[in-house]
């Protein structure tokens, strides 16, 4: 090399490089080289996955399109169960901390301290995404959105509010905070309200803004809007006048049924404690469970009219005949003796009813024997699952008559040893109202007709027709349950009082009052269950605690259905117009 | 001479083709931003219907009726009436 170098200023004399610097700057080249080779097989082979993800992160993504949830409504369209949108607030909390002066602002349309913030920014601070906010409303959104503060989105989700409140609680049931059903009817018709959600694959910078819009996108498909048999009116007259009730007579609980005879609607079921179903933090899980259906109880005298409409079918009694009552005392066994409240002497089958003799419905009860008694209650549908399709419900409890004695046969015939629901009780009813013809229960307004759920008959409907009739003395001054007369329209009912199974049989100081009744006799309308759970005031009958809540329901109900008043004078407007001339 | 001409029309026509595909893009651009504005929109009536029926239960509740019924317009029950049939 030196021979080459240039020759010009032959006269300045260079010294030669020392031999050490060029391989000192070769060595220098090799290393760098080996680790830029390093790096590379670092970053392309061993990491390789990992940023590949973390670069999609930032780049392509797809986003959810969240889908709404079907409404639930009444049978007139009122929403009991609806979802709005609200918005979430999201955060990139490494973004958010590198704006440490919009902390502040941004706890403050919060609600949350800016210290806990911090925290829980800093906590999370390797996530790209993190919730600081859940279902704010609209408004609340765009105030948040008002800090400009960097890192921080919205996400629109919906929410699910229910109008009808405390009344229809348990009924219409809840969602969890992610949308899905977690109680009664929610719960039950999840697959149907729920709705698909959408997608959208967009391009994201780091701070999670969507830079651009790429075509592929499946659109959400909302969930189907359900219609329910329920009047949200008689609801609401129901769960007020048993909250009333319950409270009046410092009861544990509560729980009213209405069903339309001709059809199986279920009018109105409420159940007494509830909650409030807007306020999830709040829930006491006594309110959640819907007593109608999941809680069983004897049915006790209730079962009187059903025992005499089979007798009467299966020929055993006539409509005129006439039973003695031994006194009110009547030893079965050795193991029973059936009394009445007092001597009623002789009595035909509306007294009968009229004054619910023990003696008289066990000697029914034993005239037909074990297996008719077992065969109409469940006739009448004791013992199975309604056609409802409510959420953890009960049976009740119906044993097979091989096991029945004189005992079991004649206790049943009064309505012990057999448990039943509330929801039950308002079915066998309705038979009854139906002219013998049971339609099954039903909460949502189907089009077409579930299998198996064919109307039955379950008494002829001259039995059905004459057992009414023998139960409008109930509602008399003579009565059981005069409280229960409604102004204007004939009632047939009837009471029920019945000593709860405690520790060591049944107890002398809880009871449970019922009343079910019908109105108007000829053709009625509607079937209404009134059940109060342990009152502790100085009533227990259910004459006197369950029937003026039948009264009061009922006016309610009958005007909002406008029947017709069967009872009472009536003028043509003829002689009302004549009349008005006179006067 | 022939390929000359045919050279220059072709390079009409991809011009006019260069020009289409600008202007199909720019429309595709503005109906998209339509479409997203029009999103918006149907979200806003949906969260404003939603609210509307909300606010319609709340002053329409049968409890709220029925107290205003009997307090302010003293209206009751009547317990006590006389049906009027329409003459024939």
Same mark, same amino acid.
């Given at each position: 090399?030196?021979?080459?170098?240039?020759?010009?200023?032959?006269?300045?004399?260079?010294?030669?490089?020392?031999?050490?610097?060029?391989?000192?700057?070769?060595?220098?080249?090799?290393?760098?080289?080996?680790?830029?080779?390093?790096?590379?097989?670092?970053?392309?082979?061993?990491?390789?996955?990992?940023?590949?993800?973390?670069?999609?992160?930032?780049?392509?993504?797809?986003v959810e399109v969240p889908a709404v949830r079907g409404a639930i409504r009444?049978?007139?369209g009122e929403p009991l169960a609806l979802s709005a949108p609200t918005e979430s607030v999201w955060?990139?909390?490494?973004?958010?901390?590198?704006?440490?002066?919009?902390?502040?602002?941004?706890?403050?349309v919060?609600?949350?301290?800016?210290?806990?913030?911090?925290?829980?920014?800093?906590?999370?601070?390797?996530? +790209?995404?993190?919730?600081?906010r859940r279902q704010l409303s609209p408004a609340e959104g765009r105030m948040v959105m008002a800090?400009? $503060?960097?890192?921080?989105f919205l996400q629109r989700e919906y929410k699910r509010y229910y109008p009808?409140?405390?009344?229809?609680?348990?009924?219409?049931?809840?969602t969890?905070i992610d949308g899905?059903?977690?109680?009664?009817?929610?719960?039950?018709?999840?697959?149907?309200l729920?709705g698909?959600p959408g997608?959208r694959?967009?391009?994201?910078?780091?701070?999670?803004?969507v830079?651009?819009?790429?075509?592929?996108?499946?659109p959400p498909r909302a969930g189907?809007d359900?219609?329910?048999?329920?009047?949200?009116?008689? +609801?609401?007259?129901?769960?007020?006048?048993?909250? $009333? #009730?319950?409270?009046?007579?410092?009861? =544990?609980?509560?729980?009213?049924?209405?069903?339309?005879?001709?059809?199986?609607?279920?009018? #109105?079921?409420?159940?007494?404690?509830?909650?409030?179903?807007n306020?999830?933090?709040?829930?006491?899980?006594?309110?959640?469970?819907?007593?109608?259906?999941?809680?069983?109880?004897?049915?006790?005298?209730?079962?009187?009219?059903?025992?005499?409409?089979?007798?009467?079918?299966?020929?055993?009694?006539?409509?005129?005949?006439?039973?003695?009552?031994?006194?009110?005392?009547?030893?079965?066994?050795?193991?029973?003796?059936?009394?009445?409240?007092?001597?009623?002497?002789?009595?035909?089958?509306?007294?009968?009813?009229?004054?619910?003799?023990?003696?008289?419905?066990?000697?029914?009860?034993?005239?037909?024997?074990?297996?008719?008694?077992?065969?109409?209650?469940?006739?009448?549908?004791?013992?199975?699952?309604? $056609?409802?399709?409510?959420?953890?419900?009960?049976?009740?409890?119906?044993?097979?008559?091989?096991?029945?004695?004189?005992?079991?046969?004649?206790?049943?015939?009064?309505?012990?040893?057999? #448990?039943?629901?509330?929801?039950?009780?308002?079915? #066998?009813?309705?038979?009854?109202?139906?002219?013998?013809?049971?339609? =099954?229960?039903?909460?949502?307004?189907?089009?077409? +007709?579930?299998?198996?759920?064919?109307?039955?008959?379950?008494?002829?409907? +001259?039995?059905?027709?004459?057992?009414?009739?023998?139960?409008?003395?109930?509602?008399?001054?003579?009565?059981?349950?005069?409280?229960?007369?409604?102004?204007?329209?004939?009632?047939?009912?009837?009471?029920?009082?019945?000593?709860?199974?405690?520790?060591?049989?049944?107890?002398?100081?809880?009871?449970?009052?019922?009343?079910?009744?019908?109105?108007?006799?000829?053709?009625?309308?509607?079937?209404?269950?009134?059940?109060?759970?342990?009152?502790?005031?100085?009533?227990?009958?259910?004459?006197?605690?369950?029937?003026?809540?039948?009264?009061?329901?009922?006016?309610?109900?009958?005007?909002?259905?406008?029947?017709?008043?069967?009872?009472?004078?009536?003028?043509?407007?003829?002689?009302?117009?004549?009349?008005?001339?006179?006067? | 001479?022939?390929?000359?001409?045919?050279?220059?029309?072709?390079?009409?026509?991809?011009?006019?083709?260069?020009?289409?595909?600008?202007?199909?893009?720019?429309?595709?651009?503005?109906?998209?931003?339509d479409l997203q504005s029009l999103r918006v929109a149907r979200d806003e009536l949906n969260t404003e219907w939603a609210q509307l029926q909300l606010e319609e239960s709340a002053w329409?509740?049968?409890?709220?009726?029925?107290?205003?019924?009997?307090?302010?317009?003293?209206?009751?029950?009547?317990?006590?009436?006389?049906?009027?049939?329409?003459?024939?």
């Amino acid at each position: 090399m030196k021979q080459q170098r240039p020759t010009r200023r032959r006269n300045v004399k260079l010294e030669p490089p020392p031999a050490w610097r060029a391989r000192a700057v070769l060595i220098g080249f090799a290393v760098f080289g080996v680790v830029l080779a390093g790096r590379a097989f670092d970053l392309q082979v061993v990491e390789h996955e990992f940023l590949a993800q973390e670069g999609e992160k930032r780049h392509l993504r797809t986003v959810e399109v969240p889908a709404v949830r079907g409404a639930i409504r009444d049978r007139n369209g009122e929403p009991l169960a609806l979802s709005a949108p609200t918005e979430s607030v999201w955060a990139v909390p490494s973004a958010l901390l590198e704006a440490p002066e919009k902390l502040g602002p941004l706890a403050r349309v919060l609600d949350m301290k800016t210290d806990d913030l911090r925290e829980r920014l800093r906590a999370h601070a390797s996530r +790209q995404f993190l919730y600081l906010r859940r279902q704010l409303s609209p408004a609340e959104g765009r105030m948040v959105m008002a800090v400009e $503060a960097p890192g921080v989105f919205l996400q629109r989700e919906y929410k699910r509010y229910y109008p009808a409140g405390e009344a229809a609680a348990q009924l219409v049931g809840l969602t969890n905070i992610d949308g899905a059903g977690q109680e009664g009817l929610e719960l039950a018709l999840q697959a149907r309200l729920d709705g698909q959600p959408g997608s959208r694959r967009v391009i994201k910078d780091r701070l999670g803004r969507v830079v651009d819009d790429i075509a592929e996108f499946a659109p959400p498909r909302a969930g189907q809007d359900i219609r329910l048999t329920v009047d949200l009116r008689l +609801q609401y007259a129901a769960y007020r006048e048993l909250k $009333a #009730a319950v409270e009046r007579n410092r009861a =544990s609980s509560g729980m009213v049924v209405m069903v339309e005879p001709s059809s199986g609607d279920v009018l #109105a079921m409420a159940s007494y404690p509830s909650f409030n179903p807007n306020n999830r933090d709040a829930l006491d899980p006594s309110g959640l469970r819907h007593r109608a259906v999941t809680d069983t109880f004897e049915p006790g005298s209730t079962i009187k009219p059903l025992i005499m409409a089979r007798a009467l079918d299966e020929g055993r009694i006539g409509p005129g005949s006439v039973i003695d009552t031994e006194g009110g005392v009547w030893r079965v066994s050795r193991d029973l003796t059936v009394r009445d409240f007092r001597d009623y002497g002789d009595v035909d089958l509306k007294r009968l009813l009229t004054k619910s003799s023990n003696v008289g419905a066990a000697k029914i009860g034993l005239e037909l024997g074990p297996e008719s008694v077992w065969q109409a209650y469940l006739d009448f549908g004791f013992g199975a699952e309604t $056609a409802s399709g409510f959420p953890g419900e009960r049976t009740g409890v119906l044993r097979d008559f091989y096991n029945w004695g004189r005992v079991e046969t004649a206790t049943a015939a009064y309505g012990y040893g057999v #448990a039943v629901t509330g929801l039950q009780l308002a079915g #066998a009813y309705a038979a009854l109202a139906n002219d013998g013809l049971a339609q =099954s229960l039903k909460l949502v307004r189907e089009q077409t +007709q579930v299998l198996g759920s064919e109307p039955r008959q379950v008494v002829t409907p +001259q039995a059905a027709r004459t057992v009414r009739q023998k139960m409008s003395g109930v509602v008399s001054n003579e009565g059981t349950a005069s409280r229960a007369a409604l102004p204007g329209y004939s009632v047939a009912g009837k009471t029920g009082t019945v000593r709860k199974v405690g520790g060591s049989g049944y107890n002398r100081e809880r009871h449970q009052s019922l009343f079910v009744g019908m109105t108007p006799l000829d053709n009625p309308r509607v079937v209404t269950v009134v059940v109060i759970d342990e009152p502790r005031g100085k009533d227990y009958y259910g004459g006197a605690v369950a029937a003026p809540v039948f009264a009061r329901v009922m006016r309610d109900a009958l005007r909002v259905m406008k029947v017709r008043p069967d009872q009472g004078g009536t003028l043509t407007a003829d002689a009302a117009a004549a009349d008005g001339e006179r006067s | 001479m022939k390929s000359a001409l045919l050279l220059a029309a072709l390079l009409v026509v991809n011009l006019v083709a260069a020009v289409a595909v600008v202007g199909a893009k720019h429309e595709s651009r503005s109906l998209r931003a339509d479409l997203q504005s029009l999103r918006v929109a149907r979200d806003e009536l949906n969260t404003e219907w939603a609210q509307l029926q909300l606010e319609e239960s709340a002053w329409a509740n049968p409890d709220r009726i029925g107290r205003l019924a009997s307090s302010k317009l003293e209206m009751s029950h009547p317990d006590e009436f006389i049906m009027l049939e329409a003459g024939q």
